[in-house]
């Protein structure tokens, strides 16, 4: 990948369960951003974290990052069937350009 | 919903042809990005624009080529598709102020070379 890996790869799960998806990248970043791509479709964003935040929260979802070690993660609580979807992370490096670099994604099946 | 549109969403065409992909916005937003996406990988950046006339290659050596005459509208255009062009193409714009870096994606087109 472009950017880092991003675990796992593929995540199935119960309704109302937590799903939890890790990004890890490579380079210093501005911002780390979490989309959600249903099938064959756009890509929806979902929350942005700078660098000098540490977790943040929108509805059900819950980010950290950690800058010291590249990474952060993605807790979707209590889970729907209507969150069945990819979500990848994308950062924006903190000099130059302001383009996104995506991670390879993780493909969440939510069982009704 | 994002005011991001793409035209046309599938095409399935013969190698050899030329082809524009059409993208437009009505946000205003001054950038605008061309995505490359396989099926089930990540995206890959292959133009992007920061305003009227201009225009920068990105991640991914492409062999389209892209104008942004106007604000709103970022076309992508492939002189002779083939076969590797099959791809699915992703459009997106982001806006000035505290929001910038937050992207808006149109739906995408499919395209097919056989």
């Known amino acids: 990948s472009q950017q880092g890996e991003e675990d796992p790869q593929a995540l199935s799960i119960q309704e109302g369960e937590n799903a939890t998806m890790n990004c890890s990248y490579k380079t210093s970043i501005n911002n780390l951003q979490w989309y959600r791509q249903n099938s064959g479709r756009g890509l929806v964003h979902l929350i942005l974290?700078?660098?000098?935040?540490r977790e943040k929260h929108s509805g059900r979802l819950r980010v950290t990052l950690d800058t010291s070690k590249k990474s952060s993660s993605l807790l979707i609580t209590a889970s729907r069937a209507a969150d069945t979807a990819s979500y990848f992370c994308?950062?924006?490096?903190?000099?130059?350009?302001?383009?996104?670099?995506f991670g390879s994604g993780t493909r969440l099946q939510v069982q009704p | 919903e994002a005011d991001i549109y793409q035209t046309p969403r599938y095409l399935v065409i013969g190698t050899g042809k030329k082809i524009t992909l059409e993208c437009s916005q009505t946000?205003?937003?001054?950038?605008m990005y061309w995505y490359q996406q396989d099926p089930g990988m990540e995206l890959h950046l292959i133009h992007y624009s920061y305003g009227v006339n201009s225009t920068e290659k990105g991640d991914l050596s492409s062999e389209s080529t892209v104008s942004r005459i106007r604000t709103e509208h970022f076309p992508l255009t492939l002189e002779s598709a083939r076969p590797s062009h099959t791809s699915q193409y992703l459009c997106?714009?982001?806006?000035?102020?505290?929001?910038?870096?937050?992207?808006?994606f149109g739906p995408g087109t499919r395209l097919t070379v056989l």
């Open positions: 997106a714009s982001s806006g000035l102020g505290g929001r910038s870096d937050t992207q808006y």
């Open positions: 946000m205003g937003h001054d950038k």
């Open positions: 994308a950062t924006v490096q903190d000099t130059g350009r302001r383009a996104l670099t």
């Open positions: 974290i700078r660098s000098n935040e």
